[in-house]
């Protein structure tokens, strides 16, 4: 994969747009999608099998969850306004000339004012790929749910 591609599929903090729930594009709507085509007309039958499966009362929930997820509209912090607004960091790599965090001499640093959760996962993020390449980081990452961590410790 090229360098071009890498960069639409991660941010420049290093989390996974393409497994992100909100990517437009992404894994988790092209899924979402393929289940309610799947599922289409599905809502009777629910309706009718919850005398035995009392959860699939809650189908209609569930349809309405998988419509949202189907209607993801992220393209990104490098094309656009990503789900992290006051997030500095597309800036900041942009106007450095990186493409990703590790890349800067000054990583890490207090760009990334992230919660607790996410600065550990953009830290694990940003060595893995400082360890293997972004590409490779990507390739590694890609079928893995984007809420787990990367599977490495930052040194």
Not at 36 to 42: D, I, K, V, Y
Not at 59 to 67: A, G, I, M, T
Not at 81 to 100: L, N, Q, R, Y
């Given at each position: 994969m090229n360098r071009t591609i890498t960069k639409k599929r991660?941010?420049?903090?290093?989390?996974?747009?393409?497994?992100?729930?909100?990517?437009?594009?992404g894994v988790?709507?092209?899924?979402?999608?393929?289940?309610?085509?799947?599922?289409?007309?599905?809502?009777?039958?629910a309706e009718m099998m919850s005398a035995y499966e009392p959860i699939l009362?809650?189908?209609?929930?569930?349809?309405?969850?998988?419509?949202?997820?189907?209607r993801a509209s992220c393209e990104g912090c490098r094309d656009g306004?990503?789900?992290?607004?006051?997030?500095?960091?597309?800036?900041?790599?942009?106007?450095?000339?990186?493409?990703?965090c590790f890349e800067c001499p000054s990583f890490p640093c207090t760009e990334a004012d992230f919660e607790p959760l996410l600065k550990t996962k953009w830290l694990k993020a940003n060595h893995r790929m400082k360890q293997i390449g972004p590409e490779a980081y990507f390739e590694e990452m890609k079928d893995r749910s984007h809420y787990e961590a990367p599977r490495s410790d930052p040194d």
């Open positions: 991660l941010a420049p903090c290093g989390l996974v747009c393409y497994t992100c729930a909100a990517a437009k594009g988790v709507q092209q899924h979402s999608r393929q289940l309610l085509a799947s599922l289409a007309s599905f809502e009777p039958f009362k809650k189908y209609p929930d569930f349809r309405e969850v998988l419509e949202l997820l189907g306004v990503g789900k992290f607004p006051g997030c500095g960091i597309a800036s900041c790599i942009k106007e450095k000339g990186f493409d990703f």
